[in-house]
């Protein structure tokens, strides 16, 4: 299995921007389907946006497309998630999550720790 860590969640305001970040070690990170998924308190977790192995391609929830960018280098072996005009309703512990099947698809088998972004009104 991979190894997962988040950092790079905290406070912010509305309207404001925070940036994921998800570093991986153990395995061959290029080998590896990633994801964000998001849960809100009590809400069930939610797939926020996914990659494919090169990056090339992304998938993104309704909910944040065209406000939140995945990306990967995976000569770093690190995926980010950019948030762009933070709402109040993205308040949640974010997740990275990684797989050799398409994380769309599955239950990943590989998880972080979660990192808490709170959005203030």
């Known amino acids: 299995q991979v190894q997962l860590v988040e950092s790079g969640g905290g406070l912010v305001q509305a309207g404001g921007s925070l940036r994921l970040s998800c570093a991986a070690s153990?395995?061959?990170?290029?080998?590896?389907?990633m994801g964000w998924f998001r849960q809100a308190p009590g809400k069930e977790r939610e797939l926020a946006a996914a990659?494919?192995?090169?990056?090339?391609?992304?998938y993104y929830a309704d909910s944040v497309k065209g406000r939140f960018t995945i990306s990967r280098d995976n000569a770093k072996n690190t995926m980010y998630l950019q948030m762009n005009s933070l709402k109040p309703e993205d308040t949640a512990v974010y997740y990275c999550?990684?797989?050799?099947?398409?994380?769309?698809?599955?239950?990943?088998?590989?998880w972080g720790q979660g990192t808490q972004v709170t959005v203030s009104s």
């Open positions: 999550a990684a797989d050799q099947r398409p994380v769309t698809t599955v239950f990943p088998k590989s």
């Open positions: 153990g395995r061959t990170f290029s080998m590896y389907y």
């Open positions: 990659i494919s192995l090169s990056g090339g391609t992304t």
